[in-house]
């Protein structure tokens, strides 16, 4: 049996006690369960937006083998199957082994430029539609003013032609085209 000495320590090593003359107690700490299941959570979230992104993509967080095509795989699979569950669980598991901060810096740089291209072709639409349904230069001269490196002969053409197709209710080819134009100018 052990002496109230001994508590906390292996036998053979030397007992410790703090400035009142208590012996020091050493336990484990273990690790909050809780703390454990939101962080898998949320690498196994992680590990379904991976599945999102395209092989680029991927190839740019410079994943290990093993994990960019398990991804690659459960890519392939049909979200309601066990396997493609399995597969997730797998991929999750190895990704708690290894550093994600490159990954969910390059992630949240993909979220961004899908959400700039998005605005960008609200924007280029409702300039489309805005210069197709006027019939001044009004508009034409509010989208020279924000966009100053515009051709403006090129931009009235293409005006022009989409007004005229919309009135003769033709195919649409130069409001396409126009858009095209906008965006590209959106973009810069």
Same mark, same amino acid.
């Given at each position: 049996? &052990? =002496?109230?000495? @001994? ?5 053979? %090593?030397?007992?410790?006690?703090? +400035? $009142? ?16 299941? &939101? =962080?898998?959570? @949320? ?5 379904? %937006?991976?599945?999102?992104?395209? +092989? $680029?993509?991927?190839?740019s967080m410079n994943l290990p083998d093993q994990i960019a095509s398990a991804i690659t795989a459960a890519k392939k ?14 991929i999750t598991a190895h990704l708690r082994n290894i550093e994600l901060d490159t990954v969910n810096e390059v992630l ?25 349904a006027c019939e001044g230069n009004d508009e034409l001269t509010a989208l020279l003013n924000e966009q100053p490196t ?39």
């Amino acid at each position: 049996m &052990r =002496d109230n000495n @001994e508590v906390g320590y292996g036998g053979d %090593e030397e007992p410790q006690y703090d +400035e $009142n003359g208590d012996l020091i107690a050493y336990y484990a700490i273990r690790p909050n369960k809780e703390q454990i299941k &939101r =962080d898998i959570a @949320e690498i196994a979230t992680l590990a379904e %937006e991976l599945t999102h992104v395209t +092989e $680029n993509q991927l190839t740019s967080m410079n994943l290990p083998d093993q994990i960019a095509s398990a991804i690659t795989a459960a890519k392939k699979m049909p979200s309601t199957k066990q396997a493609r569950k399995r597969q997730m669980k797998f991929i999750t598991a190895h990704l708690r082994n290894i550093e994600l901060d490159t990954v969910n810096e390059v992630l949240d740089r993909i979220k961004t430029k899908n959400a700039h291209g998005v605005r960008e072709h609200h924007q280029a639409e409702q300039w489309r539609d805005k210069l197709i349904a006027c019939e001044g230069n009004d508009e034409l001269t509010a989208l020279l003013n924000e966009q100053p490196t515009a051709d403006r002969q090129h931009l009235r053409q293409l005006q022009r032609n989409a007004q005229k197709e919309a009135k003769l209710e033709k195919p649409p080819k130069s409001s396409r085209l126009l858009y095209q134009y906008l965006k590209e100018l959106i973009s810069e």
